[in-house]
Nanobody, 121 residues
Framework: QVQLVESGGGLVQPGGSLRLSCVAS????????MGWYRQAPGKQRELVAA???????NYADSVKGRFTLSRGNVESPLFLQMNSLKPEDTAVYYC???????????????WGQGTQVTVSS
C-alpha cells in the first residue's frame, strides 16, 4: 500500500509562489501516471498536472505557463512549482499516483491527504 504525503501548502498573496512536494512511502519504480489534483470548496476535484509513464506532462489550461511539475528520479519527491498564483488557485491540492499491479494488472489510484493552498491578500 503506497502512502503519499504532501507538504508545502500555505497562505500566499496574489502573484506569489509556492512549491508543493509529494513524498511516497516506497520507491515507485513503475507507474501509469503521477500528478497533482485540486479541489476548491463546492467544486469537483480537477487535474492540475500529470506525468505519464512515457515522460509526458499535461497541464490544465488554467495553470499552463505558471505551474511546473517535476520529478528528478525514482526516489525523488514529486514537485509542483506554482508561480504567479491567483485567488482562483485556492484549493486543497492532492498528490496522486496511478499504479498497475504487476500480478493482477489492475490500476489503483493512491492519494495523499491533501495540502491547503490559499491565495489571498
Amino acid at each position: 500500500q503506497v502512502q503519499l504525503v504532501e507538504s508545502g501548502g500555505g497562505l500566499v498573496q496574489p502573484g506569489g509562489s509556492l512549491r508543493l512536494s509529494c513524498v511516497a512511502s516506497e520507491t515507485i519504480l513503475s507507474f501509469n501516471a503521477m500528478g497533482w489534483y485540486r479541489q476548491a470548496p463546492g467544486k469537483q476535484r480537477e487535474l492540475v498536472a500529470a506525468l505519464s509513464s512515457g515522460g509526458i506532462i499535461n497541464y490544465a489550461d488554467s495553470v499552463k505557463g505558471r505551474f511546473t511539475l517535476s520529478r528528478g528520479n525514482v526516489e525523488s519527491p514529486l514537485f509542483l512549482q506554482m508561480n504567479s498564483l491567483k485567488p482562483e488557485d485556492t484549493a486543497v491540492y492532492y498528490c496522486n499516483a496511478r499504479i498497475r499491479s504487476p500480478s493482477s494488472g489492475a490500476l489503483t489510484d493512491y492519494w495523499g491527504q491533501g495540502t491547503q493552498v490559499t491565495v489571498s491578500s
